[in-house]
């Protein structure tokens, strides 16, 4: 078979490694049949929202990767410098939302909308952004395209370029509106849900929540239109403005940040003095802000101490109306399952569905969320849970390819199966069948399939390292390497490619050219710095074959020996020579000369030759000139 592509079409046997990009856009049952036709490659998916639709098993991203490789918290991220430090202001509206229904996890539109488009809430972002962020480029997110244009008019009376931009604009429109918000020449967007996904506009910097959310995806979504790296102003500190309503039950990013950390924790921890200075300027602009009927937040005390109140009602001993008792421990008993799975389910649950919880021996919980848990977990009598990728790999076959294969014995076996969901399970006799099955294709003696994920984890080694390894073992060891859906491979081959693909602990993988490009230096030099610092310091090492190495120390140690010194660079006369097109003796002559001059440091002798950048900026102006003096 093959696949039409916008340049073509390609046959999917041909490729060993798919990369999904957005992976959560992937979920729809026609993007999975298009992945199944991939099921002999290794399938990577990246994505920044895995439960995509919250509440739907057959949307979480672990519905087609099963595998979680990595995973990066936002405490992480900060410090990794991906995306920026931020503040939590909280604007308490007095603004009554208890009458709001909510359908299907999610507030009423119209009713949401008719509560908080309202004059005196409207202005609030208005007062604020003219008071603490003037200048700055800022999003908010609003109930409805009616709200959206009436927050924005109110910007606009005010002199503020502002603009709404929703999905009744033409795609020209809403291109023109995001470009002119690039530029700079608008500095506030109003939007609903259209600036939530697909909106990258590094600049934005100020984030104004006009609408509760019930979705921790949207919630996360929303904080992160203004948390990415401007690299035009390094020293950026989003500003996350949450507008809280009495009775909301609304979601907010600093309860969302990472279990048992603040987001208190995330600014003391990773703000320069610069973006400090920025912070305490705009708490004390905040401090000036009157208005009526509104409080505001900033001190970070007080804003951890509102967001924990938002769930007080999880530790109170009154039960809601509604719900009733719980008991975890009995839970868990009953089900057989963990504690911290069934935790997790609930909370997902109750927050997408508007629900109070309180886990515990003496808790309470809604009875609708009970019997969506209780469903999720049941398993029938004489059925076993079920770990598919696990049993794939015994096998020898592809997720893709065990799953049918389990739902046609059990389809025509009348046995109950579950493939999907946080349980998945088949009964007991599928197994034997499986196995009956399994063992009429049996592979020869000594010879099992290749688990390419594992060894390319444990190896520390791509598809093709491992691929090209086993093929050319396996001919010189006289053995067999097969591919059918699955590579298979001879146990005694697969100890040989260990053998020589294998990293030890604390060693890195050496690229020879790649490092020698990169530290100016050469072949000869850097075999004999690893040899001999690595018999010195006693590590192992490898520099012959196919998979090279050193350990981590080893290579700190002759990067730094090889490294310029902080503001210099290093450079190789012979280059500088053919650059150029003069001596060896001259241009060494034309570096002292000018080095000297200009009153840097310098090193055009041995291995590690160095200068400034400034005094190859005269190279090239005094190389220019046949005679006369070197210019100052």
């Known amino acids: 078979m093959r696949i ?18 957005e992976a959560h856009e992937n979920l729809s049952a026609k993007r999975r049949k298009l992945l199944t036709e991939f099921d002999h490659a290794i399938q990577l998916g990246f994505t920044a929202t895995p439960e995509y639709q919250e509440g739907k098993p057959e949307k979480h991203i672990k519905s087609v990767f099963e595998e979680e490789i990595h995973s990066m918290t936002i405490r992480e991220a900060i410090a990794e410098n991906m995306l920026c430090g931020f503040s939590i202001v909280n604007v308490k509206t007095h603004v009554d939302i208890s009458g709001v229904e909510i359908r299907n996890g999610k507030y009423s539109e119209e009713q949401i909308e008719k509560a908080v488009n309202i004059h005196r809430r409207n202005q609030a972002p208005l007062t604020i952004y003219q008071e603490a962020f003037s200048g700055q480029s800022a999003i908010a997110f609003c109930a409805s395209i009616t709200h959206a244009e009436d927050v924005a008019q109110l910007f ?3 002199g503020i370029p502002a603009a709404a931009i929703h999905s009744k604009l033409s795609k020209e429109v809403r291109s023109e509106l995001l470009a002119k918000y690039e530029s700079g020449e608008i500095k506030v967007l109003m939007g609903v849900d259209i600036l939530t996904r697909g909106f990258d506009a590094p600049n934005a910097q100020v984030c104004f929540n006009l609408v509760p959310t019930l979705s921790k995806v949207v919630a996360i979504q929303r904080a992160g239109r203004v948390l990415r790296i401007d690299e035009n102003n390094p020293d950026k500190v989003a500003t996350i403005v949450e507008f809280d309503d009495d009775d909301s039950r609304g979601l907010q990013f600093g309860n969302l940040i990472e279990p048992g950390v603040s987001h208190a924790e995330l600014l ?4 320069t003095e610069s973006q400090r200075q920025q912070v305490e300027k705009t708490r004390t602009q905040l401090e000036t802000i009157d ?5 505001i937040h900033y001190e970070l005390e007080a804003v951890m101490e509102i967001l924990g109140s938002k769930l007080k009602d999880e530790v109170n001993n009154v039960i809601p109306e509604g719900h009733i008792p719980f008991n975890i421990s009995l839970l868990e008993s009953q089900l057989n399952v963990s504690r911290y799975k069934l935790k997790h389910r609930i909370i997902e649950l109750s927050q997408q569905q508007g629900y109070f919880y309180k886990i515990s021996n003496n808790g309470y919980i809604h009875p609708n969320i ?33 799953r049918k294969l389990l739902m046609t014995l059990s389809q025509s076996n009348n046995y109950p199966f579950n493939l999907t969901g946080p349980r998945p399970y088949i009964h007991s006799e599928v197994y034997k069948l499986l196995f009956e099955e399994h063992a009429q294709r049996s592979l020869p003696d000594g010879y099992e399939a290749l688990q390419l994920n594992s060894l390319m984890r444990d190896l520390r080694a791509g598809p093709d390292t ?15 390497f097969r591919r059918d859906k699955q590579y298979y491979i001879h146990y005694k081959v697969l100890f040989a490619l260990i053998d020589e693909l294998a990293i030890p602990a604390d060693c890195v993988v050496l690229k020879v050219r790649e490092f020698i490009t990169q530290m100016q230096t050469s072949e000869p030099y850097l075999y004999s710095r690893i040899i001999s610092l690595s018999t010195e310091m006693g590590h192992p090492y490898r520099i012959t074959g196919k998979r090279q190495f050193m350990h981590k120390d080893v290579h700190a140690i002759i990067v730094r020996e090889l490294s310029p010194p902080n503001g210099y660079v290093s450079i190789k006369i012979t280059e500088l020579m053919s650059t150029y097109g003069i001596s060896f003796k001259k241009i060494k002559a034309l570096l002292v000369e000018l080095s000297t001059k200009l009153g840097y440091d310098y090193q055009i002798e041995g291995i590690r030759q160095y200068v400034h950048p400034d005094v190859l900026t005269m190279l090239v102006e005094s190389t220019k000139r046949t005679t006369g003096p070197i210019p100052e």
């Open 291 to 295: 208005m009526e009927g509104m409080e």
């Open 156 to 158: 606009i009376e005010a």
């Open 268 to 271: 003391s921890d990773n703000l």
């Open 370 to 402: 009970l019997e969506q848990v209780m469903n999720l977990f049941y398993l029938p009598e004489n059925c076993m849970v079920l770990k598919i990728r696990q049993l794939a790999q015994s096998c020898g076959m592809s997720d893709p390819a065990m």
């Open 466 to 480: 491992i691929i090209e390894a086993a093929e050319r073992l396996s001919e010189s060891m006289g053995y067999q």
């Open 4 to 21: 039409q592509t916008a340049n073509g079409t390609i046959n999917p046997q041909e490729y060993d490694v798919v990369i999904v990009d």
